[in-house]
């Protein structure tokens, strides 16, 4: 009875109560490009799945040992420009897509800039 009842109050937490008790998995959003620009980087993928409610773009120096998320998207983005950047860096990203009860897709290929 104790499992059941902190489940419930784990889901009852989220927004949309069905998806908590979901397990289904979210496609991986798939070509991922990365196109440098003059202190800024724009990103596109394409948007495999059609239960995500929205997407993470995350990021790290090249040679860097961890990613930081950058932003969440709303559903159905295939875009993102990052204007966090300096000329003088390289950088490498991740994209993945994620649902409201904490699931998270595999990342996109990872792109570099």
Do not use: Y
């Given at each position: 009875m104790k499992k059941y009842s902190l489940w419930l109050a784990l889901c009852l937490g989220s927004v949309f109560l069905s998806s908590c008790a979901s397990?289904?998995?979210?496609?991986?959003?798939s070509g991922?490009?990365?196109?440098?620009?003059?202190?800024?980087?724009?990103?596109?993928?394409?948007d495999n799945s059609d239960n995500?409610?929205?997407?993470?773009i995350f990021r790290k120096l090249e040679g860097g040992s961890s990613f930081t998320e950058l932003q969440e998207t709303?559903?159905?983005?295939?875009?993102y420009t990052d204007t966090g950047v300096t000329s003088s860096g390289s950088y490498v990203y991740e994209?993945?897509?994620?649902?409201g009860n904490g699931n998270e897709s595999a990342p996109a290929a990872i792109?570099?800039?």
């Open positions: 397990s289904e998995t979210l496609a991986a959003p991922l490009t990365v196109t440098p620009g003059v202190n800024k980087v724009d990103l596109a993928w394409e995500e409610a929205g997407f993470r709303a559903p159905n983005t295939e875009s994209v993945r897509a994620f649902a792109g570099e800039a």
